[in-house]
């Protein structure tokens, strides 16, 4: 008997890894479908999502502090790269969601006030990124303030390359390839992770979702399935001058179905570092630009707080030109850069770009309410788009800086 379980045991670790996160997806469906009083199967994803949460800033701090500190130069271009591929296809996220929210116009329900607290201004945004930047780097840690991790990763791994021995470095290194090996047993548990977050999703709200706010979530999804499938491919395309949906698919199909899932960028680090690995990229920057990318490269939060302030914004009959459509585009764009990479992170900054269209707090609030009621959906879907384009942008500048340097890209697909 222990070794027929020893024997299946072996061949589970050994399918692809996809295949079963697939198959709990499906036996999690049908169980919130047959049997939703089981409530106890939710736990599953709740110590899946906690364990990833709980890794993930460790993992961050030691990978970039060991990447600063053995790195060589020539990764300031990619850099530069992938940071301006973040924001250019942030900002053409909010182009497309105020595209197709004036092709669509979308309305909502404005009834009872909700309650809670959101940024007044702009410049809210950052001094909070500031501030979280220079905290306490062991409660940045704790508490996964990623802008704060890397900060001081960043500071300690220069500190380290200028003044530490090599036997140090190697210490940290090592520390680095032992907090990795953590993460890879961590993510083996996924199909059960995903199999109870998927249970506990289809168990406790099932289609109504759909029958209430249909039109508005319809119109959230297919912005951002434009976005990720349309418009960055064209970016990747520009650039590389070869097809970019082989690496698309596989961003979607190994990082964003996770993150669908366990709606947090932050939680998704390690699939994606693990992802960048098996693609052959370079470890020192890869280590940076996608903690990074969980921060900045926001295009799912971008296409959520435009879609919803055009939402209250025709709900209460307003006219937007054209004009100020354009610097609601902005805003959308460098308030995703200050949305929390944790579940409803984007909700919040609505308050603050329907400030720009003088729709006071009380009423926007009612639009974060319903985003929390459909986030479901659309937090589920804004996560994917936002974690696997870390993935795929970040392979972007690689094989762009490869191609610059005539050296063909290498990679596992």
């Known amino acids: 008997m222990g070794k027929m379980l020893l024997a299946l045991l072996r061949r589970w670790t050994k399918t692809s890894l996809v295949l079963r996160i697939l198959i709990g997806l499906i036996i999690g469906a049908v169980l919130g479908i047959v049997a939703p009083q089981w409530a106890a199967i939710g736990i599953l994803g709740m110590v899946f999502v906690s364990a990833l949460k709980a890794i993930a800033p460790v993992l961050v701090a030691v990978l970039v502090m060991s990447s600063v500190a053995k790195a060589g130069e020539g990764l300031g271009p990619r850099f530069r790269i992938v940071v301006s591929l973040y924001l250019l296809s942030t900002f053409i996220a909010a182009l497309l969601a105020v595209t197709f929210s004036f092709l669509f116009p979308a309305t909502i329900q404005l009834r009872d006030v909700a309650s809670g607290q959101a940024p007044s201004a702009l410049a809210d945004v950052f001094i909070n990124l500031l501030t979280n930047m220079v905290a306490n780097p062991l409660m940045s840690t704790s508490t996964a303030n990623y802008i704060g991790i890397l900060f001081w990763a960043i500071i300690f791994g220069l500190a380290l390359k ?237 094989y762009y800086d490869q191609k610059k340097k005539k050296s063909p890209p290498s990679s596992t697909l």
């Not at 959230?220 to 418009?231: D, Q, R, T």
């Not at 579940?343 to 985003?371: E, H, K, T, W, Y």
Request: proline share 3%; charged share 10%.
């Open 162 to 398: 200028k003044k530490a021995s090599q036997k140090t470095i190697d210490v940290i290194h090592d520390l680095s390839e032992v907090v990795s090996q953590t993460v890879r047993w961590v993510i083996q548990f996924a199909p059960f992770g995903i199999l109870g977050l998927v249970f506990a999703s289809v168990s406790e709200s099932g289609l109504e979702v759909f029958t209430t706010y249909g039109h508005l979530v319809l119109l959230l999804v297919g912005c951002m399935l434009v976005n990720a499938l349309i418009s960055n491919p064209l970016i990747n395309f520009l650039l590389l001058r070869r097809n970019p949906y082989p690496l698309l698919f596989t961003c979607l199909k190994e990082s964003g179905i996770n993150a669908f899932f366990t709606r947090s960028s932050a939680a998704n680090i390690p699939i994606n570092m693990t992802l960048c690995k098996n693609l052959g990229i370079n470890e020192d920057f890869y280590s940076v630009s996608i903690p990074l990318g969980a921060t900045i490269n926001m295009n799912g939060a971008a296409v959520t707080i435009t879609v919803m302030t055009l939402a209250v914004a025709h709900t209460l009959g307003m006219e937007v030109s054209f004009v100020p459509a354009l610097i609601l585009s902005i805003i959308a764009t460098l308030g995703a850069c200050g949305a929390s990479g944790v579940a409803g992170g984007s909700l919040l900054l609505v308050p603050l770009a329907c400030s720009f269209l003088g729709i006071g707090n009380d009423v926007a609030m009612q639009a974060v309410a319903i985003g929390f009621i459909i986030g479901v959906v659309q937090d589920s879907v804004e996560t994917a788009l936002n974690s696997s384009g870390d993935v795929f942008f970040t392979a972007t500048a690689e």
